[in-house]
C-alpha cells in the first residue's frame, strides 16, 4: 500500500467532520464525501471505458504469447471439370481434397519473445493511465462536493442579505414617516435591497450549476451534504512531497514503461534483419486414397527491401530518444505541479486565517453601525456598506476554504495517491491483473478458458 509517512489519508475520518471555523451538526442522513467518491468509482463510464482499453491491450500479450506457438491448419476442396476428347465426347473431372498442415518457427533471434516483452510492458503502461483516469474521476467528485456545498453557502450568506436589506428598507421607511431620514436615505436602501435580490438569484443559479456538475462526477443529484472530513496531512515538506510524486504518479510510471517498450523496438528492429528458421509439415488426401504427406524446414532472410528495415532500426532508435525526453519532461512538469499546489495550500491556508478575522470584524462593524444608526450617529449608507462588506468578507471565506479543500486532493493527486485503494473507501476495487493473468498465456479449450469465464463474471461481462 503506498501511504505517505505522517500524513493520514481519508480512512475512517472521512465518515466525520466539522467546517473549519464553525460548529455544524450534521444530520445522520447526510451524504459524505466517502459516499460521493464511492458512487463516482462505481458509476464512471470513463473508468469502464479505460478498464475495456486495458483489457484489450492485455489481449496484445496472449496473441504475442500465441505467436511462439505451432499453428495448425486445414483446408478441404472439391473440384469440378468438363473436357472433351478429339471425338467431341464429353469427359466429366471431379476431385476432392484434404489438407492438414502446421508450421512454427524455430528460431528468429528472438523477435517474438521481444514482441511479448514489449506488450507486457505496454499493458503496464496502460494500468498505469488507468489508474490517471481513476484519479481524475475522484478528484473531479471533490471538486463538486465542494462546489456544491460552497454555493449552497453562498445561496444562504446572499439570502441573508437580502432579509437584511429589506429589514433596513423597512426600518429607513418607518424613519422617513417621522422625519428622521430623506427619501436619499431610502432610496439608497432601496437600491441595496435591488442588489442583494440580483446577487440571491445569480448565486442560486450557480448552486443550480454545481447541482447539475455533481451529477456529472457522481452520478446523482446531491441530497444534504455532509462538511469535507479532516483533511489529509501534507508531507513534512515540499521536496518530500516531489519526491513521492516523482515515485508513484501514474504519468511518470507510465513514462517508464514505455521507454522500455521503445528501448525494447530498437532490439526487435536489429533482430528483424536476421534470417528466420521455420518448420512445417502437411498430410494430404485425394479422393481415391491418394495420400500425400511432407515435411520440411526452411532459413530465410531479407537481403533487400528497399531500404525499409534500415530505416526501422532508425525510427527505433529516434522513438527511444522521444521517449526518454517525454519522461524526462514529465518529472519536470509534475514537480512544477507540486510546487504549484503546496504554494496554494499556503496561500488558501493563510487567507482563511485572514478572512476569519475580516469576517469577525465585519459583522461587529455591522451590528455596531445598526445600533448607531438608530441613534442617528451613522446615515444609511454606512450600514448599507459594512453590510456589504461584511457579505463580501463571506464570499471570499467561503471561496477560499473552498480552495483550500480542492488543493489538498490535488496534492493527493498529484503525489499517486488519489485512488479507491489509496484512499480506504471500504468497497471493492477493480483488479487491473486479474483479467491479464487469466489471457497472459493465451487459453484456447474451455478448461484453461474456466479463470477467465471467472474473471467475466466479476465484471459484469459474461451471463
Not at 460521493?36 to 468509482?41: D, E, H, R, T, W
Not at 473552498?402 to 493527493?412: C, K
Request: hydrophobic share 45%; charged share 20%; net charge positive.
Amino acid at each position: 500500500m503506498r501511504r505517505l509517512a505522517g500524513a493520514p489519508i481519508l480512512g475512517a475520518q472521512i465518515l466525520g467532520a466539522a467546517a473549519v471555523g464553525a460548529v455544524v451538526v450534521t444530520p445522520v442522513s447526510a451524504e459524505t464525501l466517502a459516499d460521493a467518491l464511492i458512487s463516482a468509482y462505481r458509476q464512471s463510464h470513463l473508468l469502464e471505458q479505460n478498464r475495456a482499453t486495458l483489457r484489450a491491450a492485455d489481449e496484445d500479450v496472449a496473441q504475442a504469447v500465441a505467436a511462439l506457438r505451432p499453428v495448425l491448419e486445414w483446408a478441404a476442396g472439391y473440384d469440378y471439370g468438363k473436357s472433351y476428347l478429339y471425338a467431341g465426347l464429353p469427359r466429366d473431372r471431379q476431385t476432392a481434397s484434404a489438407q492438414l498442415q502446421a508450421s512454427v518457427t524455430l528460431f528468429d533471434f528472438g523477435r517474438r519473445r521481444m514482441n511479448v516483452d514489449m506488450k507486457r510492458e505496454s499493458v503496464l503502461g496502460t494500468r498505469e493511465a488507468l489508474r490517471m483516469v481513476e484519479q481524475q474521476v475522484l478528484l473531479s467528485a471533490v471538486q463538486a462536493y465542494v462546489d456544491v456545498r460552497g454555493t449552497a453557502a453562498q445561496v444562504a450568506i446572499n439570502r441573508d442579505s437580502l432579509r437584511a436589506c429589506t429589514e433596513v428598507v423597512t426600518a429607513t421607511r418607518a424613519r422617513l414617516a417621522v422625519g428622521d431620514v430623506t427619501r436619499t436615505d431610502l432610496a439608497q436602501a432601496e437600491a441595496a435591497e435591488a442588489e442583494a435580490r440580483a446577487g440571491l438569484v445569480a448565486a442560486e443559479g450557480d448552486h443550480r450549476l454545481a447541482r447539475e456538475a455533481y451529477r456529472a462526477a457522481v452520478g446523482r443529484l446531491p441530497g444534504t451534504l455532509a462538511p469535507v472530513p479532516k483533511l489529509p496531512g501534507l508531507p513534512k515538506s515540499l521536496d518530500a512531497a516531489r519526491q513521492t510524486a516523482l515515485r508513484n504518479n501514474p504519468a511518470v510510471r507510465q513514462a517508464q514503461h514505455m521507454l522500455a517498450v521503445s528501448e525494447m523496438g530498437i532490439d526487435a528492429a536489429a533482430a528483424d534483419r536476421r534470417p528466420t528458421l521455420s518448420a512445417s509439415a502437411g498430410f494430404l488426401n485425394y479422393e481415391g486414397g491418394q495420400q500425400t504427406t511432407r515435411a520440411g524446414i526452411a532459413l530465410s532472410q531479407t537481403l533487400y527491401s528497399g531500404g525499409q528495415k534500415s530505416s526501422l532500426h532508425r525510427q527505433a532508435l529516434a522513438g527511444r530518444d522521444a521517449a526518454r525526453a517525454a519522461l524526462q519532461q514529465t518529472g519536470v512538469t509534475l514537480a512544477e505541479d507540486v510546487a504549484q499546489v503546496w504554494t496554494r495550500i499556503e496561500v488558501y491556508r493563510s487567507q482563511t486565517g485572514a478572512y476569519d478575522d475580516q469576517v469577525r470584524a465585519a459583522e461587529a462593524a455591522w451590528t455596531g453601525g445598526r445600533e448607531e444608526a438608530k441613534l442617528g450617529a451613522r446615515t444609511t449608507l454606512d450600514v448599507l456598506d459594512a453590510e456589504q462588506t461584511l457579505l463580501r468578507a463571506r464570499s471570499d471565506r467561503i471561496a477560499a476554504g473552498a480552495s483550500l479543500e480542492v488543493a489538498y486532493y490535488q496534492l493527493l493527486s498529484t503525489m499517486g495517491l488519489l485512488t479507491a485503494e489509496d484512499l480506504k473507501l471500504g468497497i471493492p476495487t477493480y483488479d487491473p491483473a486479474a483479467y491479464y493473468n487469466a489471457v497472459q498465456n493465451a487459453p484456447y479449450t474451455s478448461s484453461r478458458g474456466q479463470s477467465l469465464d471467472r474473471v467475466l463474471r466479476a465484471i459484469g461481462k459474461k451471463e
